[in-house]
T-cell receptor, first 113, second 114 residues
Framework: DGGITQSPKYLFRKEGQNVTLSCEQN?????MYWYRQDPGQGLRLIYYSQIVNDFQKGDIAEGYSVSREKKESFPLTVTSAQKNPTAFYLC????????????FGSGTRLTVV | GESVGLHLPTLSVQEGDNSIINCAYSNSASDYFIWYKQESGKGPQFIIDIRSNMDKRQGQRVTVLLNKTVKHLSLQIAATQPGDSAVYFC?????????????FGSGTQLTVLP
């Protein structure tokens, strides 16, 4: 089955630690996205990538970094510079940059301990 | 980007009744709108979409209405079932010539009462 896989489902981070969230898709989609969701709120765009080896900052990129070395993979690193990282992180993909038909992963819940 | 907002944060309906979830958008350049359903602890799932050249689109038990004059979008769910309990988000996107990015509303929690 084609889909988008996020791992881990739950992640705990200590203060000052960098952590990386995985996002893999086998849909052959060009575009991939990372969103952050806080309780009772909508999704906010962190980073997006329209094509391999290219990515752009979204609305709340500070404290995050990404890479897009392979079409299938778009990992998100939450750095120690992100002061309030506890949230639900969602990865999505779409066929290309002109498509708004997003497919979402099942999310990673990150908690700072 | 401009925000997309919802009129009500929560909605409770009796099983079998129809549900109407509303959404206001502010970006007049938006030409594509999508409704998503999100169950607890899961990613959003596509329900139905509509382009700005339409004012109504029907799916299975769901209908989306678009009123561009007042920048209003609604999702109607017929014969609401317990499995419909979830948070519903509307999302809008303009095409700015480089890429489509979705702007999401804050969501409405739909609870179906037995």
């Amino acid at each position: 089955d084609g889909g988008i896989t996020q791992s881990p489902k739950y992640l705990f981070r200590k203060e000052g630690q960098n952590v990386t969230l995985s996002c893999e898709q086998n849909l052959n989609h060009d575009a991939m996205y990372w969103y952050r969701q806080d309780p009772g709120q909508g999704l906010r765009l962190i980073y997006y990538s329209q094509i391999v080896n290219d990515f752009q900052k979204g609305d709340i990129a500070e404290g995050y970094s990404v890479s897009r070395e392979k079409k299938e993979s778009f990992p998100l690193t939450v750095t120690s510079a992100q002061k309030n990282p506890t949230a639900f992180y969602l990865c999505a993909s779409s066929i290309d940059r002109d498509s708004a038909g997003y497919t979402f992963g099942s999310g990673t819940r990150l908690t700072v301990v | 980007g401009e925000s997309v907002g919802l009129h009500l944060p929560t909605l409770s309906v009796q099983e079998g009744d129809n549900s109407i979830i509303n959404c206001a958008y502010s970006n007049s350049a938006s030409d594509y709108f999508i409704w998503y359903k999100q169950e607890s602890g899961k990613g959003p799932q596509f329900i139905i979409d509509i382009r700005s050249n339409m004012d109504k689109r029907q799916g299975q038990r769901v209908t989306v209405l678009l009123n561009k004059t007042v920048k209003h979008l609604s999702l109607q769910i017929a014969a609401t079932q317990p499995g419909d309990s979830a948070v519903y988000f509307c999302a809008e996107t303009p095409f700015d010539g480089s890429a489509r990015q979705l702007t999401f509303g804050s969501g409405t929690q739909l609870t179906v009462l037995p």
